[in-house]
């Protein structure tokens, strides 16, 4: 069974950095894609950023996009997120999540089987 730990979240000044990484426990992420998904009370659940090996490559919602990189270190077995010039919208239930590569084809939340346990960031104004 595969296991995520999201973790890196906390209070950041709006303008200010996180990095969320997404640790697998006996387990690698060749083969598999992996995305990050937030929520927040009241609304829907946002598709953030996805990373596959295969050629759809790499997604961004429009609201990331430049501010938010995606990124595997396959050695580590940990997807991180980076989390640059953020605004207080950008706060959220953070949460990670894999399928295997051959399932994968949309960074939607409906095409994902396993996920982390959220982590929470907050940014102030």
């Known amino acids: 069974e595969v296991q995520l730990q999201a973790s890196g979240g906390g209070l950041v000044q709006a303008g200010g950095s996180l990095r969320l990484s997404c640790s697998a426990s006996?387990?690698?992420?060749?083969?598999?894609?992996i995305g990050w998904f937030r929520q927040t009370p009241g609304k829907e659940q946002e598709s953030v950023s996805c990373?596959?090996?295969?050629?759809?490559?790499?997604y961004y919602a429009d609201s990331v996009t430049v501010r938010f990189t995606i990124s595997i270190d396959n050695a580590m077995s940990t997807v991180y997120l980076q989390m640059n010039s953020l605004k207080p919208e950008d706060t959220a239930v953070y949460f990670c999540?894999?399928?295997?590569?051959?399932?994968?084809?949309?960074?939607?939340?409906?095409?994902?089987?396993?996920w982390g346990q959220g982590t929470q960031v907050t940014v102030s104004s």
């Open positions: 990373i596959s090996t295969t050629s759809i490559g790499t």
């Open positions: 999540a894999t399928v295997v590569e051959r399932d994968y084809n949309a960074c939607s939340a409906s095409d994902f089987d396993w």
């Open positions: 006996r387990f690698s992420f060749d083969d598999y894609a």
